[in-house]
């Protein structure tokens, strides 16, 4: 091999190691269940002018929500009480409330639960 000739190979395989350094880090951060994305995010800002409508709609008519959050006991979770009422603090006949919970440390992981009246 002639002098200097491993120069070239060298560079080679610093550049490849920083490549797959990269890769790696890059699968290492997008497999994080902490890290998450809004979904439909693009949807969402569209239709951010229907949303401020539909509460000031609701808050026209009176409806009110209250949620309260009871712990079971250290460690097993909590029960979660919704109410629905209207301007006269009377339950809303029929309705039915979605809720998107979510624990921060596993924002990709959200968990949806309709609710509806008497379910407990």
Request: charged share 30%; net charge negative; glycine share 10%.
């Given at each position: 091999m002639k002098r200097g000739a491993g120069w070239p190979l060298a560079v080679a395989v610093i550049l490849g190691a920083t490549v797959a350094g990269n890769?790696?880090?890059?699968r290492l951060?997008?497999?994080?269940?902490?890290?998450?994305?809004?979904?439909?995010?693009?949807r969402k800002g569209v239709r951010?002018?229907?949303?401020?409508?539909?509460r000031a709609h609701n808050?026209?008519?009176?409806?009110?929500?209250?949620a309260t959050l009871s712990p079971i006991?250290?460690?097993?979770?909590a029960d979660l009480l919704v109410a629905l009422d209207d301007s006269a603090v009377a339950p809303i006949a029929?309705?039915?409330?979605?809720?998107c919970a979510l624990h921060v440390g596993r924002a990709a992981h959200p968990v949806d639960v309709t609710l509806r009246p008497?379910?407990?």
């Open positions: 890769v790696w880090l890059i951060a997008g497999a994080d269940p902490s890290f998450a994305v809004e979904e439909d995010y693009y951010w002018d229907e949303e401020l409508a539909q808050e026209a008519l009176g409806w009110r929500v209250r006991e250290p460690g097993r979770g029929d309705a039915s409330i979605v809720v008497g379910d407990a």
